[in-house]
């Protein structure tokens, strides 16, 4: 369907009646006059159309989710109203045309057209555009759930270069899909939650969005994930893990601690802990100044420190996250562990023998974290993760006050949930999230993306039922364990 809608002329779009083959306006029958005449003092006045946005809006072909990909694919689109035609392409310099249209410009509509849904806008990167198009994709409707896929595959491929993508999520994001969370916590049909597995935005039967930077810059996944596909074959996802050059050398610096502290089920060799580095002048180590420059390391990212000296380091021993990565991979390899990313995995045969096509395997840190219904002069009073004392340390999305029948909801009546730490992040540090009070109110720390889990008895099977970030010191302190994950 993407190259079909992106290889069109133009799209005709009958964008005033319900069905397929009521009358268009104009064309087989008569448009209502919906302008007014008078005459005043001599003065003949007329009324102006309706604002053709507000018909567009309340159209019953703008709620249907298999005509979105027209609306975003197809480079040219003739819309028929109830009172005009209007007729846009994606030229920025004249983006839109209707009837009787003026010689001048009209300052509230800008060159993302009637419709805004560009393909990709200039600010984007291609996951933000997949993010804003899944979101504006699902507040639509369909008449049939098993279409939540296929109506958006089309979106899918022409972001990704053909990348069919896995129920809905991009290969080469899927770590970052991965953390997807319904806008309104609603419960979904149980045909949507048997239809497609619990790691998809299509199980939700709800509006979905995904975090671009509102919790955080990604910096990359902690877990490798292994698919199996309808054929019943596993296959390993390789996603991306890349950066913006800007942030790479603080995300080098928080994938080194993340190593050193046991988030990746890798032991750091002994030429990283013993690695001769510079004379490290903001800290004090006693002992010699070679030993374990790693861990000094770790607690200038805990007091928010700035050494040139460990950071000249980091460049010039890994130039880019990807040859930290490399190592980190080439020590599983040297220690006969599985690749703990972007590489073969080795799966347990009698784990995965009774797995349902969809289902996902990793092997992750997991842990029971403590949680809290908490006041946030920032965010409102909603659930957080919370330490031993209850100060907040982390975040639960979706964020809801609404009590509701979803599974997120029964586990939020606990006092824990079960998580898996699945990536890490930058995440941004409030001074009202507990302890942690920076230099500015939106001071950055190293985090930890996790997926909240409901264990199934059968086969050790879990289902995802959300999403949050908890600050990386205090998921190490959580006591995290490396154990077989299956979702489904």
């Not at 040297?334 to 080795?346: I, V």
């Not at 289902?359 to 949680?371: D, H």
Request: proline share 5%.
């Amino acid at each position: 369907m993407g190259n079909i809608f992106s290889s069109a002329e133009f799209t005709i779009i009958h964008a005033t009646e319900t069905y397929i083959d009521d009358p268009i306006p104009g064309v087989s029958t008569t448009r209502e006059v919906l302008q007014t005449r008078a005459n005043i003092c001599g003065l003949e006045l007329v009324s102006g159309y309706p604002d053709t946005r507000l018909a567009m809006v309340q159209s019953t072909w703008n709620r249907r989710g298999w005509t979105y990909q027209e609306s975003v694919l197809c480079p040219r689109r003739l819309l028929f109203t109830s009172y005009e035609i209007w007729f846009e392409c994606d030229n920025e310099d004249r983006s839109y045309w209707r009837e009787n249209f003026p010689e001048r410009t009209i300052d509230t509509i800008d060159s993302t057209g009637l419709l805004g849904h560009l393909l990709v806008r200039a600010y984007e990167d291609g996951f933000s555009a997949f993010r804003r198009h899944l979101e504006n994709y699902t507040a639509r409707s369909l008449t049939l759930e098993s279409d939540t896929v296929d109506a958006f595959i089309g979106i899918l491929t022409v972001l990704y270069d053909g990348d069919l993508g896995i129920y809905g999520l991009p290969v080469k994001d899927f770590d970052r899909a991965m953390l997807w969370h319904v806008l309104e916590e609603l419960p979904t049909s149980a045909s949507g939650k048997d239809r497609f597995p619990s790691w998809s935005w299509a199980s939700a039967g709800s509006s979905v969005t995904i975090p671009v930077q509102s919790w955080g810059h990604f910096i990359g996944p902690l877990v490798h994930w292994t698919y199996k596909s309808p054929n019943g074959k596993l296959k390993a996802i390789n996603s991306s893990n890349r950066l913006y050059h800007k942030e790479a050398r603080r995300s080098r610096a928080y994938l080194l601690a993340a190593w050193w502290k046991g988030c990746v089920e890798t032991p750091v060799p002994d030429d990283v802990k013993y690695a001769s580095t510079p004379i490290c002048r903001k800290h004090a180590f006693a002992g010699p100044v070679q030993r374990y420059w790693i861990q000094r390391l770790c607690e200038h990212l805990v007091r928010l420190d700035t050494c040139e000296e460990c950071e000249s380091y980091i460049e010039q021993r890994w130039p880019c996250l990807d040859q930290l990565w490399n190592d980190i991979k080439q020590s599983a390899r040297q220690q006969g562990l599985h690749e703990p990313s972007f590489g073969s995995c080795m799966v347990d045969p009698l784990l995965t023998e009774n797995l349902h096509p969809g289902a996902l395997w990793t092997r992750a840190q997991t842990t029971r974290l403590r949680i809290g219904k908490q006041p946030d002069p920032l965010q409102g009073d909603y659930w957080r993760f919370v330490d031993a004392a209850g100060r907040i340390v982390g975040r639960i999305l979706p964020q809801t006050k609404r009590t509701t029948a979803t599974r997120l909801q029964a586990a939020l009546n606990g006092d824990f949930v079960e998580c898996i730490g699945v990536s890490l992040i930058y995440a941004f540090c409030h001074r009202a999230y507990g302890r942690y009070y920076g230099t500015y109110d939106t001071d950055e720390w190293p985090g930890v993306n996790v997926i909240i889990i409901d264990r199934q008895e059968r086969y050790q099977t879990a289902r995802r039922i959300g999403v949050g970030w908890i600050y990386l010191w205090d998921w190490i302190e959580a006591g995290p364990k490396f154990r077989d994950i299956i979702l489904e």
